[in-house]
C-alpha cells in the first residue's frame, strides 16, 4: 500500500477479491455496498482530502443489531473494522483500507424531549443535528463548534465546546448509551448498568464498542449568543495577550469561553482592508446566553493595545455552531494538526505561541500553522477526574495548531509548520485532548490518559475488546 508522509495508506485504485456478502445483506435492513457499486464512493469520503481508503465492504447501518451483524461479518471474514460517523479524523480512520466500513449515516434521529430535558441521539447523528433539534426549545447540551463533526466521535473522546464551561463536556451529560461490543451484544450503559463501562465511554474513544444511541441531559441555554474578537499586530500582540489573559482568561465566567488565534487572514474582500493577508493574533471569547449579561466582560477587552479590527457580532446559537463549517468542510482541504493542554499560560508560553516556533514567520504566513488556545475550567474542572476516563481537567487553556491547505506539494512545509508550533509549546504543555492525537501513536496516547487511567482502560479493554477489533482509534492496546 503507498503511504504518505503522515503514514496513512493513499490512492490504491479497486479492491480485488471481493467477499462473498449475500449472506450479510439478508441478516441487515440497511446497505451493503462493494467497490463499484453506487453509493460506494460517497460513503468512503473522508474529511481530510489527504486520505483516500478504500473499504472492501460498507455496512450502511440503519439498528444496532445491523452493526452487530457488520461486527460478526468482519470477524469471520478477518476484516478490520472502522466506523464512520462525521469522519472528522486527520489519518482518516473512520475508513479502513481493505476493511469493513461500519457508516452510521443511516442512524441520525434526534428525539428530544423538552419536559424531561434529555434527548436521544442515534450515533450517527452530526451536531447539528442535535442543536437544531434541541434548539427548538431554548435548549442544548455541550457540542464541538462546527456542526458536521460526529456527535459520537466528538463525545467518546470527551467534547470540548462554547457550554462545557457552564454545563461540562459532551461526555459530562451522557446519562446512558446503547453499545455493541466486539462480541456483538447490545447493552445499555448508565451509572447503574456497566458502570465501569459508562467510566470508560466517557472519554476512552471508540475503544470499547459501536455506540448506537447517547441520552444526553439539556440545559436551558436560550437561542443567543456573542463574538467578540479583536485583532492585532504581531509586534503588538505580546503586551496584548498578556492582558487579554489577565482580564478575559483568569477573569471569565462560566458563560465565556476565551479564545485566542494565530495565523494569516486570506486575501478576502470579506474582511477588513488592515487584516487582509496578513499574519496577525486575534483575542477575545465566546458568550452563550443573554448578551446583555456579556458587557462587563466585553469592556474588559477594551485597552488591550492598538487594534488592527475589532468585532462584536451577536448571533444565533445555531448560527455560532456553523460558523467555521466552511473552513472545515470534508474532502475540501488537506489537513494536519498538533495539540497540547497547557495547566498555565507563562509569558514564555504566550511568545512561543505567537512565534510558531519560528521566529521569521510573521514575514511569511505559509510557515506559520494556524494555532489557538480555547480556554477550559469551570464545570470541566470542578469535575472530579476520578469520575470518567476523560483527563487533564485541570487545564487552563487548550492548544492546536491546525494548518490546512490545497497542493499536495506543500504536505511536507505545512505539516512541518505545525509540528514545529507543538515543539514550541511542548515545554509548556501536560498531557493532550485525545480528539486532536492524529499520527503520535501510542505516545500520544499515553500523553492523554495518565498512568493510572491508562492501567485502568486497559483492564477494561481486555474485558469488552481483548482481540482490540476496535484498534483504528487512539487504541489502548489490551496486551499492554
Known amino acids: 500500500m503507498a503511504v504518505n508522509d503522515l503514514g496513512i495508506g493513499i490512492d490504491m485504485g479497486d479492491i480485488t477479491g471481493k467477499p462473498d456478502v449475500s449472506r450479510l445483506r439478508s441478516s441487515v435492513r440497511g446497505q451493503v455496498t462493494l467497490p463499484g457499486e453506487d453509493g460506494y464512493e460517497?460513503?468512503?469520503?473522508?474529511?481530510?482530502?489527504?486520505?483516500?481508503?478504500?473499504?472492501?465492504?460498507?455496512?450502511?447501518?440503519?439498528?444496532?443489531?445491523?452493526?452487530?451483524?457488520?461486527?460478526?461479518?468482519?470477524?469471520?471474514?478477518?476484516?478490520?473494522?472502522?466506523?464512520?460517523?462525521?469522519?472528522?479524523?486527520?489519518?482518516?480512520?473512520?475508513?479502513?483500507?481493505?476493511?469493513?466500513?461500519?457508516?452510521?449515516?443511516?442512524?441520525?434521529?434526534?428525539?428530544?424531549?423538552?419536559?424531561?430535558?434529555?434527548?436521544?441521539?442515534?450515533?450517527?447523528?452530526?451536531?447539528?443535528?442535535l442543536d437544531l433539534a434541541a434548539q427548538q426549545y431554548g435548549l442544548a447540551t455541550t457540542a464541538g463548534n462546527v456542526s458536521h463533526t460526529g456527535v459520537g466521535g466528538l463525545t467518546l473522546g470527551g467534547g470540548m465546546g462554547w457550554l462545557a464551561r457552564r454545563y461540562g463536556l459532551a461526555c459530562d451529560n451522557v446519562a446512558s448509551y446503547e453499545v455493541v461490543t466486539a462480541a456483538g451484544?447490545?447493552?445499555?450503559?448508565?451509572?447503574?448498568?456497566?458502570?465501569?463501562?459508562?467510566?470508560?465511554?466517557?472519554?476512552?474513544?471508540?475503544?470499547?464498542?459501536?455506540?448506537?444511541?447517547?441520552?444526553?441531559?439539556?440545559?436551558?441555554?436560550?437561542?443567543?449568543?456573542?463574538?467578540?474578537?479583536?485583532?492585532?499586530?504581531?509586534?503588538?500582540?505580546?503586551?496584548?495577550?498578556?492582558?487579554?489573559?489577565?482580564?478575559?482568561?483568569?477573569?471569565?465566567?462560566?458563560?465565556?469561553?476565551?479564545?485566542?488565534?494565530?495565523?494569516?487572514?486570506?486575501?478576502?474582500?470579506?474582511?477588513?482592508?488592515?487584516?487582509?493577508?496578513?499574519?496577525?493574533?486575534?483575542?477575545?471569547?465566546?458568550?452563550?446566553?443573554?448578551?446583555?449579561?456579556?458587557?462587563?466582560?466585553?469592556?474588559?477587552?477594551?485597552?488591550?493595545?492598538?487594534?488592527?479590527?475589532?468585532?462584536?457580532?451577536?448571533?444565533?446559537?445555531?448560527?455560532?455552531?456553523?460558523?467555521?463549517?466552511?473552513?472545515?468542510?470534508?474532502?475540501?482541504?488537506?489537513?494536519?494538526?498538533?495539540?497540547?493542554?497547557?495547566?498555565?499560560?507563562?509569558?514564555?508560553?504566550?511568545?512561543?505561541?505567537?512565534?510558531?516556533?519560528?521566529?521569521?514567520?510573521?514575514?511569511?504566513?505559509?510557515?506559520l500553522s494556524n494555532a489557538s488556545f480555547q480556554g477550559y475550567g469551570g464545570a470541566i474542572a470542578a469535575t472530579s477526574d476520578e469520575e470518567s476516563a476523560f483527563s487533564h481537567r485541570n487545564t487552563l487553556v487548550e492548544f492546536v495548531a491546525a494548518t490546512a491547505w490545497d497542493d499536495p506539494a506543500e504536505d511536507e512545509q505545512r505539516m512541518a509548520a505545525a509540528r514545529r508550533h507543538g515543539v514550541a509549546l511542548e515545554p509548556y504543555a501536560s498531557g493532550v485532548y485525545v480528539n486532536v492525537l492524529a499520527d503520535e501513536g501510542e505516545a500520544g496516547v499515553r500523553r492523554a490518559y495518565p498512568p493510572a487511567k491508562l492501567a485502568r482502560l486497559v483492564q477494561l479493554k481486555r474485558r469488552y475488546d481483548p482481540d482490540n477489533l476496535f484498534h483504528l482509534n487512539a487504541n489502548i492496546r489490551p496486551d499492554q
Open 42 to 129: 460517497p460513503a468512503r469520503a473522508l474529511w481530510n482530502a489527504m486520505v483516500d481508503h478504500h473499504p472492501a465492504v460498507v455496512v450502511r447501518c440503519t439498528s444496532s443489531t445491523d452493526v452487530a451483524a457488520a461486527i460478526g461479518f468482519a470477524r469471520e471474514n478477518d476484516l478490520e473494522i472502522g466506523v464512520r460517523c462525521g469522519g472528522h479524523s486527520v489519518l482518516g480512520i473512520s475508513v479502513p483500507e481493505g476493511g469493513l466500513l461500519i457508516d452510521l449515516s443511516g442512524l441520525r434521529a434526534v428525539r428530544v424531549d423538552p419536559d424531561t430535558r434529555h434527548a436521544l441521539v442515534q450515533g450517527g447523528a452530526l451536531l447539528g443535528d
Open 185 to 367: 451484544e447490545i447493552l445499555r450503559v448508565s451509572e447503574s448498568e456497566h458502570e465501569d463501562l459508562f467510566w470508560a465511554l466517557r472519554g476512552g474513544g471508540g475503544n470499547f464498542g459501536v455506540v448506537t444511541e447517547f441520552e444526553f441531559r439539556l440545559h436551558a441555554t436560550g437561542t443567543t449568543a456573542l463574538l467578540v474578537d479583536h485583532t492585532f499586530d504581531l509586534s503588538s500582540a505580546p503586551d496584548a495577550m498578556r492582558r487579554w489573559r489577565d482580564r478575559i482568561l483568569f477573569a471569565a465566567p462560566a458563560q465565556a469561553t476565551p479564545t485566542a488565534w494565530i495565523g494569516t487572514m486570506p486575501d478576502s474582500p470579506e474582511l477588513p482592508a488592515p487584516v487582509r493577508n496578513r499574519t496577525v493574533a486575534n483575542l477575545g471569547f465566546v458568550w452563550v446566553g443573554p448578551v446583555d449579561e456579556a458587557q462587563p466582560l466585553v469592556r474588559r477587552m477594551t485597552d488591550l493595545g492598538p487594534v488592527l479590527a475589532e468585532r462584536v457580532e451577536e448571533l444565533s446559537y445555531v448560527r455560532l455552531q456553523t460558523i467555521d463549517d466552511e473552513w472545515h468542510r470534508p474532502g475540501a482541504r488537506r489537513r494536519y494538526y498538533k495539540g497540547h493542554y497547557l495547566p498555565e499560560l507563562t509569558d514564555e508560553a504566550i511568545d512561543a505561541f505567537l512565534s510558531g516556533g519560528d521566529p521569521d514567520a510573521g514575514a511569511d504566513g505559509r510557515r
